[in-house]
């Protein structure tokens, strides 16, 4: 399991463990916080493509899909 601070979020880099479309390096975007400072919309972008995904923050925890850094 990653440890992921959603206040520390905005550009941090991540790595795909199943690349797809050649998509494995990635950069988070935008974060945006509700009223009580709940994190609530997380947009990631593909390195290489630049496209753009939205993304659950907690998926960021499993190791089996995303690992901390570029790798």
């Not at 959603?6 to 990635?26: D, G, I, R």
């Not at 009580?36 to 947009?43: D, I, P, S």
């Not at 499993?62 to 901390?68: G, P, V």
């Amino acid at each position: 399991m990653n440890a992921v601070n959603p206040k520390k979020l905005l550009n941090s880099k991540w790595t795909a463990v199943s690349p797809q479309n050649k998509e494995k390096h990635f950069v988070i975007t935008e974060v945006e916080f509700d009223e009580y400072q709940t994190l609530y919309h997380c947009m990631i972008e593909a390195v290489m493509s630049k496209r753009s995904y939205t993304l659950q923050w907690r998926e960021l925890r499993d190791a089996n899909q995303w690992l901390c850094g570029w790798q």
